[in-house]
Nanobody, 123 residues
């Protein structure tokens, strides 16, 4: 099972991007979902998560108030709206599906991963 992430690109600081993640082969309507990122030379870190029903969302402190995670069940998609982007947001962003309906922030809780999409924020 594979997730497909898209929407990355080059943007100036202060700009916006919207990342999307879909799966054409399986529905994840009962799974929590999340976004992670990996900056050059650093480990992968949690960015945002959403529960199976979309009832709860949570974010790492550095993106609170700037990023919004959402999910659309009709087309089996999760999105990450990123506003007020900063150079330190530059990273490869990965979407992931958790084993549980209410996932945590640890990447070991996530079973299925997308291939990543690169976001570059210039200063």
């Amino acid at each position: 099972v594979q997730l497909q992430a898209s929407g990355g690109g080059l943007v100036q600081a202060g700009g916006s991007l919207r990342l999307s993640c879909t799966s054409s082969r399986r529905t994840f309507s009962n799974n929590g979902m999340g976004w992670f990122r990996q900056a050059p030379g650093k480990g992968r870190e949690f960015v945002a998560g959403i529960t199976w029903n979309g009832g709860q969302t949570y974010y790492t402190d550095s993106v609170k108030g700037r990023f919004t995670i959402s999910r659309t069940y009709a087309n089996n998609t999760i999105s990450l709206q990123m506003n007020s982007l900063k150079p330190e947001d530059t990273a490869v962003y990965y979407c992931a599906a958790a084993l549980r309906a209410v996932p945590g922030r640890d990447e070991t809780e996530y079973r299925y991963w997308g291939q990543g999409t690169l976001v570059t924020v210039s200063s």
